[in-house]
């Protein structure tokens, strides 16, 4: 069945940092890939999404991310992080026959100042 | 930016009380969801919804609940007989395309079973 696996469920960085959030994917044709992010008490936000094309994507608040298909991954990107983006992230795919997202256990992100 | 509102944000209630959680989708969205986060867990399916009628449901999604749309812009899950273990964050979604393009969540309805 088609699944995400985020193998980090705790990540922590210093504000001004890069961030790498990883996302491998189990998936037998091209799939439909999303990233969301969710800060406490609130809903689930739209970053980026990967259907075909460029496998460099582009999201809001300054996030990126880069399917992979010889890896299987499509790992989150931002090249310098600030204290805002402290959150919990989720990697999800179109599953289902297209009718349901199925979520990883995602990553919670912790920003030092 | 268009919204999905979920109402209320908070909801509290007696085991094997029925519950109604509401949800209002975007406008000229035709595709929603019902989806829960247990606390500590990952966010779960449970139901998509279009041309008025339940398209995919999980196992979770017993003879318990049911969907609604009753009047055209209201998304509602209906929880019957409500149990501790429903206890968890209920997100509404919508999408004017399907899954295939993402969707728009609410900020979520957190229901407590006591």
């Known amino acids: 069945a088609q699944s995400v696996t985020q193998p980090d469920i705790h990540i922590t960085v210093s504000e001004g940092a890069s961030l790498e959030l990883r996302c491998n994917y189990s998936?037998?044709?091209?799939?439909?890939l999303f990233w969301y992010v969710q800060s406490p008490g609130q809903g689930l936000q739209l970053l980026l999404k990967y259907f075909s094309g460029d496998t460099l994507v582009q999201g809001i608040k300054g996030f990126e991310a880069e399917f992979k298909r010889s890896q299987s991954s499509f790992n989150l990107r931002k090249p310098s992080v600030h204290w805002s983006d402290a959150a919990e992230y989720f990697c999800a795919v179109v599953t289902g026959g297209g009718n349901k997202l199925t979520f990883g256990t995602g990553t919670q992100l912790k920003v030092e100042l | 930016e268009p919204e999905v509102t979920q109402t209320p944000s908070h909801q509290v209630t007696q085991m094997g009380q029925e519950v109604i959680l509401r949800c209002v989708p975007i406008?000229?969205?035709?595709?929603f969801y019902w989806y829960r986060q247990i606390l500590g867990q990952k966010v779960e399916f449970l139901v998509s919804f279009y041309n008025n009628e339940i398209s995919e449901k999980s196992e979770i999604f017993d003879d318990q609940f049911s969907v609604e749309r009753p009047d055209g812009s209201n998304f509602t899950l209906k929880i019957r007989s409500t149990k501790l273990e429903d206890s968890a964050m209920y997100f509404c979604a919508s999408s004017d395309r399907g899954a295939t393009y993402g969707y728009t969540f609410g900020s979520g309805t957190r229901l407590t079973v006591v």
């Open positions: 406008s000229n969205h035709l595709y």
């Open positions: 998936y037998g044709a091209t799939p439909y």
